[in-house]
């Protein structure tokens, strides 16, 4: 059985920078069949896609968050991770790993459990 | 990159079914065979129960099916149950950023 679970801190001040960690049981981040995706829920709002990360370490992130956003690969710990830099109350949200099928932009089939992350002082 | 367009709520009463509309373009929704949908109870993480328009999951109940005319992707729950009560987001790929969610429809299940 394929499980995600999320890890980072649940407070970030405004104008630093969030970062949270992925650990996958079940499957690989080596793996070639699925990319691994960082979505995101804003309290009482919809989903956002964040951005994904392959196996080779090739990366595609949403346009709107492109210029803030890093995702990594630690396949020695079978772990994926999240850095947006320079967050404002407007990043407050829930923070979800997922794994993404191929061809990217397809479905995610398995999800974390997700991680809140307020933005404050 | 805007949201698909979904409706905000819908309801029904048990037994019925429910149709949930997903509009996008021919961008996304209307040119590609890549639309999923989620079911997301309060404070959990959403499931996957329709893929590629009308795939369901392994374990998804039958009564979720999916389709698509045009530029809008659609959800049907049959049967509708009491447990199905929760918010439902569609999803598409689209040629601009990858990949787009609808703003979700909450579904009460009356």
């Known amino acids: 059985q394929v499980q995600l679970q999320e890890s980072g801190p649940g407070l970030v001040k405004p104008s630093e920078t969030l970062s949270l960690t992925c650990t996958v049981s079940?499957?690989?981040?080596?793996?070639?069949?699925?990319?691994w995706s960082w979505i995101r829920q804003p309290p009482g709002k919809g989903l956002e896609w964040i951005g994904y990360i392959y196996s080779s370490g090739a990366t595609n992130y949403n346009p709107s968050l492109k210029t803030r956003v890093t995702i990594s690969l630690d396949t020695s710990k079978n772990q994926f991770s999240l850095k947006l830099s320079s967050v404002t109350a407007a990043d407050t949200a829930v923070y979800y790993c997922?794994?993404?099928?191929?061809?990217?932009?397809?479905?995610?089939?398995?999800w974390g459990q997700g991680s809140l992350v307020t933005v404050s002082s | 990159q805007s949201a698909l367009t979904q409706p905000a709520s819908v309801s029904g009463s048990p037994g019925q079914s429910i149709t949930i509309s997903c509009t996008g373009t021919s961008s996304d929704v209307g040119g590609y065979d890549y639309v999923s949908w989620y079911q997301q109870h309060p404070g959990k993480a959403p499931k996957l129960m329709i893929y590629r328009i009308t795939y369901r999951p392994s374990g998804v109940s039958n009564r979720f099916s999916g389709s698509k005319s045009g530029n809008t992707a659609s959800l049907t729950i049959s049967g509708l149950q009491a447990e199905d009560e929760a918010d439902y987001y569609c999803s598409s790929f689209t040629n601009s950023i990858s990949l787009v969610f609808g703003g979700g429809t909450k579904l009460t299940v009356l």
């Open positions: 079940g499957d690989s981040v080596s793996s070639e069949s699925y990319y």
């Open positions: 997922a794994r993404e099928s191929i061809p990217a932009g397809d479905y995610f089939d398995y």
